[in-house]
């Protein structure tokens, strides 16, 4: 079992649809989380991070994480046509570990 | 603004030519990391340095060095690059790397074999 599964989509949304994105882990010593952007040809671009199960809210995005069921959630409300890029998870404890990354495509 | 910046974006090199890749950082952070991603694939951590403390990657491959001068820069070097090296080598950084220190990212040098 990957320490970290992500499915890669593609997910295909309409412009202003709420998106959920979400991401699997295995080992339970995983404290902290984050979720990146990473748009074509560019580097991952830090959304948001947290260290606490519940939810964690940052204008359109919000972060939640279960560490009971080792799940962690992003979701993106109003969706924009410029959120179309790859949205990668990153859990770790003294290193990063990434998931593959989920692309998402939001159509004006 | 403070960034993470490296050169060149596009690198093309030869089969078992050595090659040099550069990152430097105006944030003044102690911590430097060096991924490997390729095409759809997550990033691997190859290294990075505490400060002067290098610590490499169990499974890191030993054609893979890095440098770092001084607190802005780092270098990864590669030895003699073979054709399943072509991929992003991404920089990061990190204030400490205590766990609730975020990594920020370069964009990347995108790195071909011929």
């Known amino acids: 079992q990957k320490e970290v599964e992500q499915d890669p989509g593609p997910l295909s949304v309409p412009e202003g649809a709420i998106v959920s994105l979400n991401c699997t882990y295995s080992n339970s010593a995983f404290q902290y989380f984050m979720w990146y952007r990473q748009y074509s040809r560019k580097g991952p671009e830090l959304l948001m991070y947290?260290?606490?199960?519940g939810n964690k809210e940052d204008g359109r995005f919000t972060a939640q994480v279960d560490k009971s069921s080792k799940y962690i959630s992003l979701f993106i409300r109003d969706s924009q046509p410029s959120d179309s890029a790859t949205y990668l998870c990153?859990?770790?404890?003294?290193?990063?570990?990434f998931g593959k990354g989920t692309m998402l495509l939001v159509s004006p | 603004d403070a960034m993470v910046i490296q050169n060149p974006r596009y690198q093309v090199t030869q089969f078992g030519k050595p090659v040099t890749l550069s990152c430097s950082q105006t944030?003044?952070?102690?911590?430097m990391y060096w991924y490997q991603q390729k095409s759809s694939q997550a990033p691997k951590l190859l290294f990075h340095y505490y400060d002067k403390d290098f610590n490499n990657e169990a499974d890191t491959p030993d054609n893979f060095q890095s440098r770092r001068p001084n607190t802005s820069f780092c270098f990864l070097d590669i030895r003699s690059p073979g054709l399943g090296d072509a991929a992003m080598y991404l920089c990061?950084?990190?204030?400490?790397?205590?766990?609730?220190?975020?990594?920020?990212f370069g964009d990347g040098t995108r790195l071909s074999i011929l």
């Open positions: 944030l003044n952070h102690n911590v």
């Open positions: 990153a859990i770790g404890s003294s290193t990063l570990t």
């Open positions: 947290t260290y606490s199960s």
């Open positions: 990061a950084t990190s204030r400490d790397g205590q766990r609730d220190q975020p990594q920020h």
